[in-house]
T-cell receptor, first 112, second 116 residues
Framework: SQKIEQNSEALNIQEGKTATLTCNYTNYSPAYLQWYRQDPGRGPVFLLLIRENEKEKRKERLKVTFDTTLKQSLFHITASQPADSATYLC???????????FGRGTQLTVWP | DAGVIQSPRHEVTEMGQEVTLRCKPISGHNSLFWYRQTMMRGLELLIYFNNNVPIDDSGMPEDRFSAKMPNASFSTLKIQPSEPRDSAVYFCASQEPGTAGANVLTFGAGSRLTVL
């Protein structure tokens, strides 16, 4: 089965800095990788999807990169704000269509 | 659209009791997923349906768990009998047709289950 690793359980940064979160996967090389945001007491919310033929994807202050050689995705939040504080999950599909595997998440805290 | 609707939001029950969690997916979405989230194991896929048919239930822990989707607008996840180790947040998620290749999911707010 697919294994997703987010190697930081928690990340604390100062407002205005760039937050960088890492997601590594093993086994099956996915056609795409997704990032979700989860706030306490709520379900994950989809943020971005990047396909294997895309090196980089941007959405406002968010940037995602995908390196299929390293089997790694990096998720960046530029000019971070306290409102960006949340848990961020990466996910990708294994070899079985329909199954989406999630990492454990990285809890980001942005302090003023 | 009200999004994916789950009920109850919180449930506290005693070991051995039956628990039924409910989900109403987004209208028009043809795939529905049940996930369980714990601190130890993160988000785990339990089962998913496509066009009301169970496709993959390999994540269902054991026979105490069962899920049904009698129609396109309703699904249940039942635990009978419940055990303390079933305590977790259970999420339902739906996916719109035509996006199977990308698996983008819309989650409900979750049902927090505590089994004493």
């Amino acid at each position: 089965s697919q294994k997703i690793e987010q190697n930081s359980e928690a990340l604390n940064i100062q407002e205005g800095k760039t937050a960088t979160l890492t997601c590594n996967y093993t086994n099956y090389s996915p056609a795409y990788l997704q990032w979700y945001r989860q706030d306490p007491g709520r379900g994950p919310v989809f943020l971005l999807l990047i396909r294997e033929n895309e090196k980089e994807k941007r959405k406002e202050r968010l940037k995602v990169t995908f390196d299929t050689t390293l089997k790694q995705s990096l998720f960046h939040i530029t000019a971070s704000q306290p409102a960006d504080s949340a848990t961020y999950l990466c996910a990708n599909r294994g070899s079985t269509l329909g199954r989406l595997y999630f990492g454990r998440g990285t809890q980001l805290t942005v302090w003023p | 659209d009200a999004g994916v609707i789950q009920s109850p939001r919180h449930e506290v029950t005693e070991m051995g009791q039956e628990v039924t969690l409910r989900c109403k997916p987004i209208s028009g979405h043809n795939s529905l997923f049940w996930y369980r989230q714990t601190m130890m194991r993160g988000l785990e896929l339990l089962i998913y349906f496509n066009n009301n048919v169970p496709i993959d239930d390999s994540g269902m822990p054991e026979d105490r768990f069962s899920a049904k989707m009698p129609n396109a607008s309703f699904s249940t996840l039942k635990i009978q009998p419940s055990e303390p180790r079933d305590s977790a947040v259970y999420f339902c998620a739906s996916q719109e047709p035509g996006t199977a290749g990308a698996n983008v999911l819309t989650f409900g707010a979750g049902s927090r289950l505590t089994v004493l």
